[in-house]
Structure formats: C-alpha cells, structure tokens
C-alpha cells in the first residue's frame, strides 16, 4: 500500500514562490502527518526533499515516538551527506537509501558505516531505480505500507507507475 501525502499552497505549488517547502501547512496539517507516519511501515521521500529540508522524518505525537517507521531516500547517486540529520539519527531509526549500482564505494561505506542500510539497484531507463522496482523490494523486505512524503519528481514517478493506492492530501 503506497499513500502519497501531498501539502500544497492555495495556487497547487508543493513549495513556496521562494522554493521553501517545510511549513506551508498548519499544526493541524502536520499533527496529521505524524498520525500517518505512526500508521505506516515507512517513509520515503526523494533526494531532493532529504537535501532542501534536512528532515526527520520520525512520528512526534506524544505517546506515538516509538511508532517511527523506517526512513527511505531514494537517491540514486549517494547524495545525502553523512552530517544529515537521517544518517546522524540512522542507529536509533532505521534509515535505507536506495541508489544505482557502481556508486563511490566510499560514500557507500560512510552511510552504512553510520548504521544506513544501502539497497542497491540496476539503474532504469532515467539512469535511477525503476519505481515499480523500488515498491517491488520495499515488499520484498517486509514493508507493507509506505507513505510518501516528499518530492515532486519522485511523486510523479510513482503516480505514472500508477504505483500509488492512497493520497492524502
């Protein structure tokens, strides 16, 4: 089950004119981000997102910290930075990348060094992991319900899958 939570401005932009994209919503909004967060297996979320707001991306309702689920970046080139607050956090909330095969080798070993788990992928037509592929092996590895949370290309990418079964906007 893949849901595609979706925060928009009044003009349908998922940022601001400026390009800032955390806090277009109000405490309400968010209160039932971190509800949906407890009620899934994981996030994911795209590079670009883990770049532009350096997120948690944990479940912050009292009495629900313990529901976090695991944190998936799809980032095929190893971009997130080992000082991100995902891979600084990694040993006490499970954090996966999933990236192209034949990456730097030592970037690769940095993440997992700092407890990230690296999936790895033969790279699709875009020169990144197939959606259908990504939703394929999050199952495979027991996930079953994954909630989307961040991207425009990465939304796309799954809406044209027709990979996506809930939205919530």
Do not use: F, N
């Not at 968010?30 to 350096?54: K, Q």
């Not at 607050?85 to 006490?92: D, G, I, N």
């Amino acid at each position: 089950l893949i849901t595609l939570k979706v925060a928009t401005t009044l003009d349908g932009r998922i940022a601001t004119r400026t390009g800032a994209s955390q806090w277009i919503t109000g405490e309400a909004a968010r209160a039932l981000a971190h509800r949906l967060r407890a009620e899934h297996d994981a996030i994911l979320i795209g590079i670009g997102t883990a770049l532009a707001d350096a997120p948690r991306l944990t479940c912050r309702l009292s009495g629900l910290e313990q529901r976090s689920p695991v944190r998936i970046v799809a980032d095929s080139r190893l971009r997130l930075p080992v000082d991100s607050p995902l891979v600084e956090t990694a040993r006490q909330t499970p954090t996966w990348v999933i990236a192209v095969k034949g990456g730097e080798a030592g970037k690769r070993d940095a993440l997992i060094e700092r407890g990230v788990t690296v999936i790895e992928a033969d790279p699709g037509p875009a020169d990144r992991p197939e959606a259908g592929w990504m939703a394929a092996e999050l199952g495979r590895r027991g996930l079953t319900r994954v909630l989307v949370e961040g991207g425009g290309e990465l939304a796309a990418e799954l809406l044209r899958a027709r990979l996506v079964d809930r939205l919530a906007w």
